[in-house]
Nanobody, 130 residues
Framework: QVQLVESGGGLVQAGGSLRLSCAAS????????IGWFRQAPGKEREFVAA???????????YYADSVKGRFTISGDNAKNTVYVQMNSLKPEDTAVYYC????????????????????WGQGTQVTVSS
């Protein structure tokens, strides 16, 4: 059974930084796609960033326009962990952040499409104060 565990959320002032981690366990990973989504109160879940690893040493990163230039997604395959470094945080970044994973990212996989992911974490709260 695959498990995803997020960590790193918290309270930060506007302009500050946080780094979220998504640790995956339960199987051996050769290729994967891990995405971050967020959901603010009263709003729909939205895509934040994703990282796709091909297993042959190549990877791709994807970002929502709202976080491009501020957030950076990276991964440590040895630790089965994907990170998102969030800089220049804004109050509108306040949300519960979820990581999601699929280990069969086929040709039709879309980083921003929630139903293209098979596993989800429990979420971590990020609160940015003004």
């Amino acid at each position: 059974q695959v498990q995803l565990v997020e960590s790193g959320g918290g309270l930060v002032q506007a302009g500050g930084s946080l780094r979220l981690s998504c640790a995956a366990s339960g199987r051996t990973f050769s290729s994967y796609a891990i995405g971050w989504f967020r959901q603010a109160p009263g709003k729909e879940r939205e895509f934040v960033a994703a990282r796709r690893w091909s297993g042959s040493g190549t990877y791709g990163t994807y970002y929502a326009d709202s976080v491009k230039g501020r957030f950076t997604i990276s991964g440590d395959n040895a630790k089965n962990t994907v990170y998102v470094q969030m800089n220049s945080l804004k109050p509108e970044d306040t949300a519960v952040y979820y990581c999601a994973a699929t280990f069969t990212p086929g040709g039709r996989w879309s980083p921003s499409r929630a139903f293209d992911y098979d596993y989800w974490g429990q979420g971590t709260q990020v609160t940015v104060s003004s």
